[in-house]
């Protein structure tokens, strides 16, 4: 069964840039389309990020444009976020997650993903 695991959350200060990982658990295993979601505490999960199989199409939710970048490493089986410039509106749990779609339309929104991690804290204080 295919698992999606984060790792390297934590806290920061706004203006201050972090990464985040995501390790997908087959050895040798078809690539994915994979992407990034975030729950604030009381809001509902919002799309953030997601990049295609190849890694050459990348989809970006508007809030994160310009700051944040996704891209994946073949070799490690693992897709990153890079969050440059943080705001502490970033403050949430992110998920990774397996998208079935790459195309835009359905990229970002939540029903095209099927399998997800267990999510990860980032917390951006002023």
């Known amino acids: 069964q295919v698992q999606l695991t984060e790792s390297g959350g934590g806290s920061a200060q706004a203006g201050d840039s972090l990464r985040i990982s995501c390790t997908v658990s087959?050895?040798?295993?078809?690539?994915?389309?994979l992407g990034w979601f975030r729950q604030a505490l009381g809001k509902e999960r919002e799309f953030v990020a997601v990049i295609s199989r190849s890694g050459k199409i990348q989809h970006y939710a508007d809030s994160v444009k310009g700051r944040f970048i996704i891209s994946r490493e073949f070799a490690k089986n693992t897709v990153f976020l890079q969050m440059n410039n943080l705001k502490p509106e970033d403050t949430a749990v992110y998920f990774c997650?397996?998208?079935?779609?790459?195309?835009?339309?359905?990229?970002?929104?939540?029903?095209?993903?099927?399998?997800w991690g267990q999510g990860i804290q980032i917390t951006v204080s002023s």
């Open positions: 087959e050895e040798a295993p078809p690539t994915y389309n």
């Open positions: 997650a397996r998208a079935t779609e790459i195309r835009s339309e359905l990229a970002t929104k939540i029903e095209t993903y099927d399998i």
